[in-house]
């Protein structure tokens, strides 16, 4: 088996371990809270766009567990 045929057989059991989480059909969840993107953009100063990531393509796990609500308030609640 070659690297890419290795790459392709982990991406289909990655996608078949999404589905069974998260079957096509099941309520997506709902964001309680929603921005005016381009207005928050354009206010003055610096504006910090911020991305909560488990995997890096090139550096790999990241994060193995993490709590995305509670990182995204932090961000939230220090300007991004």
């Known amino acids: 088996m070659n690297f ?4 392709v057989a982990r991406k289909r059991q990655e996608v078949a371990a999404r589905r069974n989480a998260h079957p096509v059909g ?27 990531k488990r995997r890096s393509p090139s550096q790999g796990l990241l994060r193995a ?7 995204a308030g932090d ?6």
């Open 4 to 7: 890419l045929d290795e790459v």
């Open 26 to 52: 099941a309520p997506a969840p709902r964001f309680t809270r929603r921005g005016d993107f381009a207005a928050a953009l354009a206010k003055p100063g610096l504006q910090v766009i911020a991305e909560i």
């Open 65 to 71: 567990s993490l709590d995305v609500g509670k990182i």
């Open 75 to 80: 961000y939230e609640g220090n300007g991004a």
